[in-house]
C-alpha cells in the first residue's frame, strides 16, 4: 500500500507564490507518473501537471508558465511550485501516483487533498 499526503496550501493574496508537496510512502518499489489535479466547488476534478519518472512535464493551459512540477525521486516526494496566483486557482488540490507496491502491482493513488485558496 502507498500513501501519499500533501502539504503546503493556505490562504494566499493573488499574485503571490505558493509551494505544494507530496510525500510518498509505504511499501515502495518504483512511482511511475505523478500528477496534481485541482477540483474546486461544483466543478470535475481535473489534471493541472504531471511528471514522468524520466522527468517529463506536463501542463494544463491555464497553468501553463505559473506553475512549475518536480520531483525527487530519492525521496518519493512531488512539488509543485506556483507563481502568480489568481482567486480561479482556489480549489483543493490532489497528488496522484501510479506507483508499485511489494505486492508488484501497479496501482493508482490518491492523497487526501489539501485547500488553496486565493484571494482577490
Known amino acids: 500500500q502507498v500513501q501519499l499526503v500533501e502539504s503546503g496550501g493556505g490562504l494566499v493574496q493573488a499574485g503571490g507564490p505558493l509551494r505544494l508537496s507530496c510525500a510518498a510512502s509505504?511499501?515502495?518499489?518504483?512511482?511511475?507518473?505523478m500528477a496534481w489535479y485541482r477540483q474546486a466547488p461544483g466543478k470535475q476534478r481535473d489534471l493541472v501537471a504531471s511528471?514522468?519518472?524520466?522527468?517529463?512535464?506536463n501542463y494544463a493551459d491555464s497553468v501553463k508558465d505559473r506553475f512549475t512540477i518536480s520531483r525527487d525521486n530519492a525521496n518519493n516526494t512531488l512539488y509543485r511550485r506556483m507563481n502568480s496566483l489568481k482567486p480561479e486557482d482556489t480549489a483543493v488540490y490532489y497528488c496522484s501516483c501510479n506507483a508499485v507496491g511489494k505486492h508488484g502491482f501497479l496501482l493508482g493513488y490518491w492523497g487526501q487533498g489539501t485547500q488553496v485558496t486565493v484571494s482577490s
Open positions: 511528471i514522468t519518472a524520466a522527468g517529463s512535464t
Open positions: 509505504g511499501n515502495i518499489l518504483s512511482i511511475n507518473f
